[in-house]
């Protein structure tokens, strides 16, 4: 088995740090401004990518100030059962527009098979005039 170079290990060691110095930086900025602290939050204020903070060592510097990935619970749950209501309230509302969508087509199918009975009528009327001339 290869044993990894030293000086990648001290490189990769060196950026840990300065990647935990940046976040721990970003945090105390966040909570000093008064902001509930996010990843999204973190992220913007650091420019750093999402993947960054599933890294064990900012996963637990996560964890340490209670942040992110390691919150148990959300601070407002929203209970399921208010989804269902509100996806059953949203299927009823689509549901009425396309009844009364369907309401409007038969009406205009039914004037419209009315007229076509009365050019039809007309029709007949003009043929029976053209054979007798």
Do not use: W
Request: net charge positive.
């Amino acid at each position: 088995m290869r044993k990894v170079p030293e000086q990648l290990v001290a490189k990769q060691e060196t950026q840990r740090q300065k990647t935990t110095n940046l976040v721990l930086r970003a945090i105390h900025d966040l909570k000093n401004e008064g902001y509930s602290i996010k990843i999204k939050d973190l992220m913007e204020t650091t420019g750093l990518s999402r993947s960054v903070f599933a890294k064990p060592h900012i996963r637990k510097l996560l964890n340490d100030n209670g942040i992110g990935y390691a919150k148990a619970e959300p601070s407002v749950p929203v209970p399921p059962v208010s989804r269902k209501q509100s996806q059953i309230a949203n299927l009823k509302e689509k549901l009425a527009k396309k009844d009364e969508y369907i309401k409007k087509l038969v009406e205009e199918n039914s004037a419209l098979k009315q007229e076509c009975e009365l050019l039809r009528g007309r029709l007949f009327l003009l043929m029976q005039r053209h054979s007798m001339e």
